[in-house]
T-cell receptor, first 114, second 110 residues
Framework: NAGVTQTPKFQVLKTGQSMTLQCAQD?????MYWYRQDPGMGLRLIYY???????DKGEVPNGYNVSRLNKREFSLRLESAAPSQTSVYFC?????????????FGPGTRLTVL | GQQLNQSPQSMFIQEGEDVSMNCTSS?????WLWYKQDPGEGPVLLIA???AGELTSNGRLTAQFGITRKDSFLNISASIPSDVGIYFC??????????WGAGTKLIIKP
């Protein structure tokens, strides 16, 4: 099992460019999440998907869109990148069920917007 | 939004020393989690706490879920070089979303 995989690992964009961050999990988890991590701060939730076909906004959704393509894949799109979106982006997944409270994280995508 | 107050922000310790960090909140949570993040990696779960007052160990790590359900602490005994990294507390809200602390950066002096 690869767990949670993310592509790309690194990306540099110019202001106004668009790009899609990809995330996939092979653990048959229902819930998937996108976070951003900035220096000196904890992770902040951008969007999440509780199950295939549903998406919901998190704490900081502005400037992002998501697609839950199928149960395995959850992508994050920046339509017009801004320097404030320079950050490390983490995808996570979680099973559902009474004791399934742990989120498993991917290795992250380091994005710089110039 | 909700926040967890994690302290200290960073710690410089000698190898072999014990480490203690804590996390507090103004809200009640029913699940507290401690994660570790190594450089260039995503967070990895260390310990999960599900019951107020619970004390749980994972090797040299011990964590407690405060009796008021508004705090938690993590202790690391006899630190070793591979303990370096950033430690995050997190709490699960009623929507199964994680609320995160800002992290404690652990640095071990040679």
């Amino acid at each position: 099992n690869a767990g949670v995989t993310q592509t790309p690992k690194f990306q540099v964009l110019k202001t106004g460019q668009s790009m899609t961050l990809q995330c996939a999990q092979d653990m048959n988890h229902n819930s998937m999440y996108w976070y951003r991590q900035d220096p000196g701060m904890g992770l902040r939730l951008i969007y999440y998907s509780a199950s295939e076909g549903t998406t919901d906004k998190g704490e900081v959704p502005n400037g992002y869109n998501v697609s839950r393509l199928n149960k395995r894949e959850f992508s994050l799109r920046l339509e017009s990148a801004a320097p404030s979106q320079t950050s490390v982006y983490f995808c996570a997944s979680r099973s559902t069920g009474r004791i399934a409270r742990e989120q498993f994280f991917g290795p992250g995508t380091r994005l710089t917007v110039l | 939004g909700q926040q967890l107050n994690q302290s200290p922000q960073s710690m410089f310790i000698q190898e072999g020393e014990d480490v203690s960090m804590n996390c507090t909140s103004s809200s009640i949570f029913n699940t507290w989690l401690w994660y570790k993040q190594d450089p260039g990696e995503g967070p990895v779960l260390l310990i999960a706490l599900y019951k107020a007052g619970e004390l749980t160990s994972n090797g040299r790590l011990t964590a407690q879920f405060g009796i008021t359900r508004k705090d938690s602490f993590l202790n690391i005994s006899a630190s070793i070089p591979s303990d370096v990294g950033i430690y995050f507390c997190a709490a699960l809200d009623s929507n199964y979303q994680l609320i995160w602390g800002a992290g404690t950066k652990l640095i071990i002096k040679p």
